[in-house]
Nanobody, 120 residues
Framework: QVQLVESGGGLVQTGGSLTLSCVASGDIFKSNAMSWHRQAPEKRRELVGIITSRLYTTYVESVKGRFTISRDNTKNTVYLHLDSLKPEDTAVYYC??????????????WGQGTQVTVSS
């Protein structure tokens, strides 16, 4: 069974930065794509970005140039660095593990989420 545990959320002012972490248990981490998603109040969950095991990344347009995904396979950890934060970035952020190593993978394991709140 794969478990994902996020941390690092909090309250930050507009323009500030945060780094979220997601620690994964199980062997799936080293060979599969990982991703970050977010869900704002009364909105659908949206994909923020993906990183493959070979470190290819892709992002939703609204966060390009501000958010960066990275991973450390020695620590079974994927990170999301959020920079130049805006109030509209306020959401619960979730990490997920994919069924394979492609951008088009199905996200089959999810963490419990960590709250990011950006004050104006």
């Amino acid at each position: 069974q794969v478990q994902l545990v996020e941390s690092g959320g909090g309250l930050v002012q507009t323009g500030g930065s945060l780094t979220l972490s997601c620690v994964a248990s199980g062997d799936i981490f080293k060979s599969n794509a990982m991703s970050w998603h977010r869900q704002a109040p009364e909105k659908r969950r949206e994909l923020v970005g993906i990183i493959t095991s070979r470190l290819y990344t892709t992002y939703v347009e609204s966060v390009k140039g501000r958010f960066t995904i990275s991973r450390d396979n020695t620590k079974n950890t994927v990170y999301l660095h959020l920079d130049s934060l805006k109030p509209e970035d306020t959401a619960v952020y979730y990490c997920a593990a994919g069924d394979d190593d492609a951008f088009s993978t199905m996200w089959i394991y999810w963490g419990q989420g960590t709250q990011v709140t950006v004050s104006s």
